[in-house]
């Protein structure tokens, strides 16, 4: 069963906007992770939030978590052209760490 | 350089025709995971590991094998191959305490 799920599917913005992304997901978790792939590559771990926190900060990039809602967002602030690329959230089912699914992801364009 | 490696990269084989895709870490990471990636459905998970000789089933098991003789090492074995197994495989690892996954660049997998 599908844990997370993103949305829009997929986000064309201009260089310098802000992008935001969102994630659900249907059972409770631990932690919340959001991961980019640049297109047929590995997977990059960009940040974790754990199922008691609300908000998090890593550089230009902002999550935010609302456990009550099952949801979770991904803001790209000043978003550049080397941004572009897939943005996955990943949630752990609550019952082990390792049991990670992921969303189908958010493609992200910024135009130069 | 921390890393995980897969090998191959590339992999052209025929239906029933045994295989293994190698993964090594080089972190001393005790969590290892398998996925697989395919067109509009996103990551799913076929096999994690928790240390050595512990594994578990992921979302898609069915078809695969995987040991973990070695903490580094977490081979994925498809003892009979079929086209619905052609896929981009990633292996993926992390250590205790860090939830992040470091992934592997990939194994683009074609069964004909």
């Known amino acids: 069963s599908q844990q997370g799920e993103e949305d829009p599917q997929a986000l064309s913005i201009q260089e310098g906007e802000n992008a935001t992304m969102n994630c659900s997901y249907k059972?409770?978790?631990?932690?919340l992770q959001w991961y980019r792939q640049n297109s047929g590559r590995g997977l990059v771990h960009l940040i974790l939030?754990?199922?008691?926190?609300r908000e998090k900060h890593s550089g230009r990039l902002r999550v935010t978590l609302d456990t009550s809602k099952k949801s979770s967002s991904l803001l790209i602030t000043a978003s550049r052209a080397a941004d572009t690329a897939s943005y996955f959230c990943a949630t752990d089912g609550g019952t082990s760490y390792d049991k990670v699914i992921f969303g189908p992801g958010t493609s992200l364009s910024v135009i130069p | 350089e921390a890393q995980v490696t897969q090998n191959p990269r590339y992999l052209i084989t025929v239906t029933g025709k045994k295989l293994t895709v190698t993964c090594s870490q080089n972190m001393n990471h005790e969590y290892m995971s398998w996925y697989r990636q395919d067109p509009g459905l996103g990551l799913r998970q076929i096999y994690y590991s928790m240390n050595v000789e512990v594994t578990d089933k992921g979302d898609v098991p069915e078809g695969y094998k995987v040991s973990r003789k070695e903490k580094r090492n977490f081979p994925l074995i498809l003892e009979s191959p079929s086209p619905n197994q052609t896929s981009l495989y990633f292996c993926a690892s992390r250590g205790q305490g860090n939830y992040g996954y470091t992934f592997g660049s990939g194994t683009r997998l074609t069964v004909v």
């Open positions: 059972t409770s978790i631990n932690n």
């Open positions: 939030i754990r199922s008691n926190e």
